[in-house]
C-alpha cells in the first residue's frame, strides 16, 4: 500500500491536538511527551502506536479508505515532532511563552487539518515549487 488510510490519519491529528490543547491549558509536559514519543516512534521506526491502535477499528479493507500520501505524512510529523520538541524544551526551562506559542502552533495546525486544509502540505508544495524554479534557473544560468 502506498498511502494511509485517511482515517488514521484523522486519528492521529486528534490525538495530537488533544494533547496540545491539554498542555495549553494545563502546562504540564506529560502532554507533549506522549505525542512527541508517538511522533518519534513513526520517524524513527516507521510505527505509529496511535494509527496502530485506530486500525484496530476500521471496518472496511485499508485499501478501500481514501489514501493519504506517506512522505506528506512524514514531513508533517516531522514538523509537530520539531514544535513540540521546541514545547518541551521551552517548558523544562521556562520559557512558558514558548512552550504555549509551540504548542498553540501545533493544535491549530492539527485542527485546521481536521477541518481539510493542511498547512504542512502548503509549505511543502512552496518549498518543492522553490527548488524546481532554483533548478530551472541553474540550468538556465549554465547553458
Known sequence: MSGIPRPLVRVNQWFIFICATAFIVTLHPMFLIIPLSVGVSSL???????????????RKPMTSYLLEDKEQQAFNQKIAVSLLTLALVASFVSIEWLAITSAIMVALATFIAILGFCIGCFVRFQWKRYQYKRTLHTQCKGS
Open 44 to 58: 524513527f521506526f516507521n510505527s505509529n502506536p496511535v494509527m496502530k491502535v485506530g486500525k484496530l477499528f476500521l
